[in-house]
Each structure stands twice: as structure tokens, then as C-alpha cells.
């Protein structure tokens, strides 16, 4: 019996070498994961932030670290891992695109990091959230996209109507009538939010405006 519980482990036993490497390894992860959750918390550009996202880019650079360092030496595992992974069906939709990106990056840094590349990685790093922070600054540049809730009374229609034709891009997105009221949603890009709101509260009949950031495609 002895001498079959040595054997199990016998594989197994890690040297002060290996330790340290995977020490290192996941110490990196934490650090790596949480800079790349920074990065995504500070070029947010949504209306609703995800603290439960942040926290699994952290949560992927580590646990995809040490399953590299498990397997990066035997080929046997890396394909039973690849079996593994295969049957694992992820049912939450992702509902921005560039959220994707950002978990690629947090697994490719796990993976790198996992094959003991550890200057690449690092690079890799500072040079991908550079590039990300200036392309998203780029693409929020200038005028922003918003719905325009407005609710008026029916007699106030046709002066809304021709005061939002006069924004460049604009389209109805709903109407709905209540008796003597009606309330139309918009969707507007403007750079002066504030010159809007206050230009529609000067016609008569208007009971409220909103204007809420909308980060869908205006065509």
C-alpha cells in the first residue's frame, strides 16, 4: 500500500524551482488580470457597468495560467483538456462585441503566461492596452448617440417632429398614443445633449424629455 501511494505521488513531488515558477506565474496572473480589468473599467463607454465582468477577466487569467503550466509538457493532457473544454456550453450572451476582445486578451495572457513567457507576455500586455484606450478614444470621438424619450401632448407632434428633422441623424424608434398624449422615443447623435433637451422644452406642450446614452448603431 505504501508503496502504491508513492508511486501516485512520486509524479507529482515539485522541486523549490517549480514552486517558484508557479509562484511567479500566478502572482503575474492576478497582477496582469487586474491591470487588463482596468483597462476595460477605464474605456468603458457603456450605461450600464458589469463589476461581475472585471472580476471574471481577473478569474480567467488565473485559472488559465496553471492549466498551461499543467499541460504545456505533455501531450497526452493537452488533448484531454481540449476534450474536456469541448462539452462546455456558455448560455450567457455576450451583449457588447468588444467585451469578447477583452476576454481573448485576458486568455491569451493566461496562456502566455502558463508557457513561461514572461517578458512577451508583459509586453504584450502594455502594448494591447495602449492600442486599445487610443482605437476606443478614437471611435467615441465627436458626437455621441442617445434615445430621446420625449412625452407631449398630441397638438405638440408636429412642432417635435420638425425640430428633431433638423438633426443630422435621427429615426423614430417607437410611438405610442394615449388619448390625448402621446410618447415618441429617438434615436438621435448629437454633441450638445444639454442645447437639445432645452430647445424642447421651449415648445408648448412638451411634459418631459430624456435623453439616455445608447450605444447601438444609428444608421
Do not use: H
Not at 51 to 62: D, V
Not at 72 to 83: D, E, R
Not at 174 to 182: C, D, E, I, P
Amino acid at each position: 500500500m505504501d508503496n502504491l501511494t508513492a508511486d501516485l505521488f512520486s509524479s507529482q513531488t515539485l522541486g523549490v524551482s517549480s514552486l517558484l515558477t508557479i509562484i511567479v506565474t500566478m502572482v503575474l496572473a492576478l497582477v496582469l488580470g487586474c491591470a487588463i480589468a482596468w483597462v476595460y473599467r477605464r474605456n468603458y463607454r457603456g450605461v450600464m457597468f458589469s463589476g461581475n465582468f472585471t472580476l471574471t477577466l481577473i478569474m480567467m487569467t488565473l485559472i488559465t495560467a496553471p492549466v498551461v503550466l499543467c499541460i504545456k509538457n505533455s501531450v497526452a493532457l493537452s488533448m484531454g483538456m481540449v476534450g474536456a473544454l469541448s462539452i462546455v456550453r456558455f448560455r450567457t450572451a455576450v451583449k457588447d462585441p468588444l467585451d469578447t476582445a477583452y476576454m481573448f486578451w485576458a486568455l491569451t495572457t493566461g496562456i502566455l503566461l502558463g508557457a513561461g513567457q514572461f517578458l512577451l507576455t508583459v509586453v504584450a500586455m502594455v502594448l494591447i492596452a495602449i492600442m486599445m484606450t487610443v482605437l476606443v478614444n478614437i471611435q467615441s470621438k465627436g458626437v455621441n448617440s442617445y434615445l430621446l424619450v420625449i412625452r407631449a401632448s398630441a397638438e405638440a407632434e408636429r412642432s417635435i417632429a420638425q425640430l428633431v428633422s433638423g438633426i443630422r441623424i435621427q429615426k423614430l424608434k417607437s410611438k405610442t398614443v394615449n388619448g390625448s398624449s402621446v410618447e415618441m422615443t429617438y434615436e438621435v447623435r448629437v454633441d450638445k445633449p444639454d442645447a437639445l433637451l432645452n430647445r424642447l422644452q421651449s415648445v408648448a406642450g412638451v411634459q418631459d424629455a430624456t435623453l439616455v446614452s445608447y450605444q447601438g448603431e444609428t444608421a
